[in-house]
């Protein structure tokens, strides 16, 4: 077997592309069939330099993407993100150090550059918390009983003057961005989409061999503003005595008011034939299992950790969230030969903004950059980290004062899956 000294993990350049597709496709247990139609269409996400890979012999044994990206905080600022993706190792290579490597050799490019925090989702939950990354959003998938949910069977249309209505893909290339900027900006967790996504989600460019075409729905407001918008597909099964046991999935939903989110799930659970609506991934504390007269029919199916946040720059990371209410804590972070390690004075001010310096003031919670992260967003309590043991008060009742400050009201949420 080749020393690990002899495997060359570098930037990949472009000739290289097909064999480092290939090798994606492999760890990610798909098809290794390359599609020249779906190799064109990917190359439009490599950016020279950010996208490695591992070579043994000739041959790509491992692969590693990074770009740019926009992450929402509390408040609605934004930071830089360097996001994380296409992470696979073959089966013939793992457990010996590639990951490590790649991931090293990313993080501190992105620190260099002047990134706030990295992101990424985890295929699998152990594989990134050792890198100084945490959970930072979870989702929830529902699945809706549509017969159990309580809906009158007769016309399900909004009641407040606004119209669902179906449109094409092209209408969705069209009026989804902005509608998606609306919400991104106000979402906490939310990441920016760029042109090429949705040109994905509406089969405008093939990134996978096989493509459902979705139907696409639209709300409008009374006064005639979009202001939400859904993507789903539906099976078509039907069980004994002629009954229909359609299923339909929602793949992406957008509202950016509660009546849009309302009209959209109330059009899903209305649809002739559908007893079942998944669906997909949605915040935690989605407003969705309220709009059904029982909301029980709306079982949760999934809850898991969704984002990841690595975070590279405490100093901004703190000072471009928003805080509930005025205050101060001094956190010592700890950060195993990283970045981010060091003792910190968080300052909240009463107007909500936040100022972060390094200080030798004596420490109110000491705890790990990952869970740091964890806390960043509003969505994970300090009490309860610190009954994990995971956060420790050097100053009692700090970890309550720790959530008076940090936690919000609702809770962040990431809808996109990079
Ligand atoms: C953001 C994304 O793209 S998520 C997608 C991640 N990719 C996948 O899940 C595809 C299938 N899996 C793989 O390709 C590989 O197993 C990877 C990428 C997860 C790990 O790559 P490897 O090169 O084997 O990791 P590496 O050898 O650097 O491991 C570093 C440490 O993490 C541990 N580790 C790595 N993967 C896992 C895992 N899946 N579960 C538990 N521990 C893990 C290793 O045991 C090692 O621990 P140690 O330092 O205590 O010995």
């Known amino acids: 077997m080749t020393s690990r000294a002899d495997i060359d993990v570098r930037p990949i350049d472009e000739t290289e592309f097909a064999d480092w597709q290939r090798a994606l496709n492999t760890g990610f247990l798909r098809e290794p069939t390359l599609f020249q139609e779906i190799l064109d269409a990917r190359r439009a996400q490599f950016t020279p330099g950010r996208s490695l890979g591992a070579f043994d012999g000739g041959r790509c044994v491992a692969t590693f993407r990074s ?14 993100a360097d ?56 989702t929830t998938e529902w699945t809706i009983d549509v017969p159990r949910a309580g809906l009158d069977p007769r016309w399900a249309g909004p009641e407040d003057g606004g119209r669902v209505d179906l449109v094409d893909a092209e209408d969705v290339r069209k009026l989804g961005p902005d509608l998606h900027e609306r919400l991104r900006r106000a979402q906490p967790g939310a990441v920016g989409r ?35 918008m859904a993507a789903y597909t539906a099976d078509d099964n039907w069980g004994d005595g002629k009954q229909p046991l359609n299923t339909a999935r929602v ?11 309302r009209a959209l799930w109330r059009y899903l659970c209305s649809i002739d034939w559908v007893v079942r609506v998944k669906t997909g991934w ?58 981010a390690g060091g003792r910190y004075r968080l300052e909240a001010a009463a107007d909500g903004t936040g100022s972060c310096a390094r200080t030798a003031e004596d420490a109110d919670l000491v705890l790990d950059v990952a869970d740091l992260a964890t806390l960043w967003l509003g969505d994970e309590s300090a009490v309860r980290l610190a009954a994990l043991g995971r956060v420790r008060e050097e ?13 919000t009201s609702r809770r962040p949420w990431c809808p996109d899956l990079f």
């Open 67 to 80: 770009f740019a990206q926009e992450l929402t905080v509390v408040g609605g600022a934004t930071v830089a």
């Open 83 to 138: 996001a994380v993706s296409n992470v696979t190792v073959t089966a013939t290579h793992r457990r010996r150090g590639l990951l490590t490597r790649m991931m090293t050799r990313d993080l501190a490019a992105a620190r260099e550059r002047g990134d706030v925090v990295a992101t990424l989702i985890a295929a699998e939950y152990p594989i990134y918390g050792r890198y100084g990354f945490g959970p930072a959003t979870s």
């Open 194 to 228: 760029d042109e090429l996504w949705w040109r994905i989600t509406t089969g405008a460019v093939r990134f996978h061999p096989t493509f459902q075409e979705p139907y696409y729905v639209v709300y409008r407001s009374a006064g005639g503003e979009v202001e939400g």
């Open 251 to 261: 793949k992406w939903l957008i509202g950016v008011t509660p009546a849009a989110e």
């Open 282 to 339: 949605r915040a935690p504390d989605d407003l969705l299992p309220h709009f059904l007269p029982d909301p029980r029919a709306a079982a949760v199916t999934t809850h898991a950790d969704w984002l990841w946040v690595r975070i590279l720059d405490v100093v901004r990371a703190l000072e471009a969230r928003t805080y509930q209410v005025a205050g101060s804590l001094v956190l010592e972070v700890a950060d195993a030969g990283g970045p």
């Open 395 to 407: 100053r009692a009742g700090a970890a309550r004062q720790a959530d008076a400050l940090l936690r």
